[in-house]
């Protein structure tokens, strides 16, 4: 590419080379002419010496002619073109900032959103004269780009790959990441970052923190309505705190109501429930869910609202969830044979398994059995009866069989839990002897109330697990419930009081045994004593109680997994066993893949669709599984207009700052000026032609 000149004038200036050259020949030194009666001894040397001295005062005239043209060339400000196109203009450099996100997906009036995206990017590439340059970013999901600065049809490929993801975008990130383009690019070309996205408007909250160069040419490519009716699931909560039902809510982000709206519940890909439901304009609403008793076990849910909108992506919602094995309680009967409201056990069995005999709910977290006291020997020591027991619960009872005292205090040094009650059917002699080991306390005898307010609990150890349901404020008044008759108990040594009357008198004190635990409870396990069992306070005591005792780490009736958002990058940790291990990764819609777990068993992906993913290990047996689903933030198709958005952008000024290379060569677009070397090398020649000139004249 040819050197051109700002100031082409200057170089007539040019013709000045010949002053230096006729100054030159019309100072030449002559040598004058002298007689010598011989020459002979002079000769050589006048020979040697004026060789030298013409050539010193042709090189001084090739100084001061290339010092000359120096001056000259500088002051015509030569300068070398770059970035041209083929007719002559500035070559460009295109920024395509493609919004990827889950709202893409969705149709408008128009129809979809995503085959517009890419048309309209097709077409700016289009426009690119062959020297223009044109980068890929994106934003949606793990965005970041997709390609740095390459001709168009190199970038229209990587265009055509590109898909929709299921995850949010963020307008602000891939302007950031635009900018951090430009200053790799060719600095002085005309930049132009383009954006094409539907401009939701939560994908642009963040846009007054970015900044950009004035200089710096931004378009919106504006695509889908400015507001789309949507109706999504946001929320599916299959195990809600305080026994509350399963919800699943639906939320409408239209300004229309809707009715009649089909609703489904499946659980491991099984329709479980079906209903239907109305949405008044912008309102959320929760719906109750019913589902059948499962499996221990891992499991799906899928919830989906059939909705006649154009974005179906949020109409359904996924969670993953692990049922535990159920702990296993054996409850003691002295009473059996009549009704069952009337047994010592009954109300224990309904707050163990408040579902019994209804159809909702996933399994009872308790498997109960139940038992004389004349069996409680054969139960505990049975291993061919299919039920060992966890916990046993032992209401007050008359005498306990010398076989039935030696298997608890078995059942308990093995790990087993106690559950200890008194009652009217209790003496304190035989109490004493039978559960000499095993029991914390000594009876002393029965103590009735003459006030007919009764009893109350007092003071309670708070860090007590049992009571771990009543931490949270306004979780339940513990104080409520009425206590008409008692044992007088003095306690062991080995015993821990966790909760006392009023009057101090202590009312549970927890043992250990062996690697067992036991709870004596200083009151009936029915309402003979104590009202207790009719307050709302009674079911979760009872069932934290007995996860208590057995000694299991998770309590409720199901351990939601760890559910993820798509686009985000999950982490799991598999224990150092698993360190180098290969694991086979099931995605939504079947397809597998081999993941490896690294020196720490640990192992992270990208979650790039809604949906249920599993993990097995090398033996085939599950490990994990866990759901996915689109952000709830993509759900609102609220758009801003592009002319909005503009202002919300910051502008200031290009950085003025030159690196050393810039200084040197200019900053003038499009082109590379050169007279500041021009000047710079002059003046190292006009230090040399000053040197040798004074040694050119003696």
Not at 136 to 150: P, T, W, Y
Not at 349 to 356: F, M, Q, V
């Amino acid at each position: 590419m040819p050197f051109l000149f700002t100031n082409a004038i200057f170089l007539s200036a040019l013709a000045g080379l010949a002053i230096p050259v006729v100054l030159h020949l019309l100072l030449k030194r002559k040598s004058p002419r002298l007689r010598f009666s011989t020459v002979r001894f002079f000769a050589r040397q006048d020979e040697q010496a004026t060789s030298k001295r013409k050539l010193r005062n042709l090189f001084l005239l090739s100084v001061r002619l290339l010092l000359f043209a120096l001056l000259v060339l500088a002051f015509a400000r030569p300068y070398l073109p770059f970035g041209l196109g083929a007719a002559g203009q500035p070559a460009r450099q295109l920024i395509l900032v493609i919004d990827t996100s889950a709202s893409l997906q969705a149709r408008d009036a128009a129809g979809p959103r995503w085959p517009r995206v890419q048309k309209a990017a097709q077409a700016l590439l289009a426009g690119l004269h062959a020297e223009d340059r044109a980068a890929l970013v994106v934003c949606g999901g793990k965005g970041g780009v997709v390609s740095g600065f390459a001709p168009a049809s190199l970038v229209g490929a990587k265009l055509a790959q590109l898909q929709p993801t299921g995850g949010a975008a963020d307008l602000a990130d891939g302007l950031r990441a635009a900018v951090r383009l430009t200053q790799v690019g060719a600095l002085r070309q005309t930049t132009t970052v383009a954006v094409i996205s539907d401009l939701q408007r939560t994908s642009a909250e963040n846009l007054r923190a970015v900044t950009l160069p004035t200089d710096l040419e931004l378009q919106w490519h504006q695509i889908g309505d400015i507001a789309t009716p949507n109706l999504a699931v946001t929320e599916l909560n299959l195990d809600p705190p305080d026994g509350a039902p399963p919800t699943a809510m639906v939320a409408s982000f239209s300004d229309e109501a809707a009715s009649a709206l089909r609703t489904e519940l499946r659980m491991d890909g099984r329709s479980v429930s079906q209903g239907a439901c109305s949405l008044g304009v912008g309102v959320k609403t929760n719906l109750n869910l019913v589902f059948p008793a499962l499996k221990p076990g891992w499991h799906s849910a899928e919830f989906e609202v059939t909705a006649n909108d154009g974005f179906p992506l949020d109409d359904r919602r996924y969670e993953a969830f692990y049922v535990p094995e159920p702990i296993r309680v054996l409850l003691v009967e002295g009473r059996s044979g009549g009704r069952s409201f009337a047994e010592q056990t009954f109300f224990l069995g309904a707050a163990l398994d408040p579902s019994a005999g209804t159809t909702n709910g996933a399994a009872s977290p308790f498997a109960l059995q139940k038992v004389g006291w004349e069996g409680l020997a054969t139960a505990l020591r049975s291993e061919t009866a299919g039920f060992r027991p966890e916990v046993v619960v032992l209401p007050a009872g008359r005498q306990l069989l010398p076989e039935a005292g030696s298997a608890l205090r078995e059942f308990t040094k093995r790990g087993g839990g106690v559950l200890v009650f008194v009652g009217e059917e209790t003496t304190a002699n035989r109490y004493n002897a039978d559960f000499a080991e095993l029991s914390p306390v000594i009876l002393r005898g029965v103590e009735t109330a003459t006030d007919e307010d009764g009893w109350h609990l007092g003071a309670r150890e708070p860090s007590a697990a049992i009571f771990a349901p009543f931490r949270p404020v306004n979780s339940g008044n513990l104080a409520l419930p009425t206590f008409t008759h008692r044992y007088g108990v003095s306690v062991e040594s080995t015993g821990g009081i966790l909760a006392r009357f009023e009057d101090e008198v202590p009312l549970m004190v927890a043992k250990t045994l062996g690697n067992g635990r036991v709870l004596w409870v200083n009151t009936s396990a029915d309402t003979a004593w104590t009202d207790w069992p009719k307050h709302k306070t009674y079911v979760p005591w009872v069932q934290q109680t007995a996860w208590y005792l057995s000694g299991r780490e998770v309590a409720g009736r199901l351990r939601a997994a760890t559910n993820w958002v798509v686009g985000a990058d999950g982490e799991w940790d598999l224990g150092p066993a698993a360190a180098g291990s290969p694991f086979r990764l099931r995605s939504p819609g079947g397809a597998e893949s081999t993941v490896v777990a690294d020196s720490r068993g640990r192992w992270s992906t990208n979650l790039v669709q809604p949906g249920i993913y599993s993990l097995f290990d090398p033996t085939g047996r599950e490990r994990q599984r866990w759901a996915a689903n689109i952000p709830t933030a993509e759900s609102d198709l609220l758009a801003w207009r592009s002319a909005e958005l503009a202002s919300q952008v910051k502008r200031v000024p290009p950085e003025t700052g030159q690196s050393l290379t810039a200084g040197l060569f200019g900053s003038t677009r499009n082109q590379r000026e050169f007279w500041r070397v021009l000047l710079g090398a002059a003046l190292v020649l006009l230090f040399l032609e000053t040197f040798l000139s004074n040694r050119s004249h003696p």
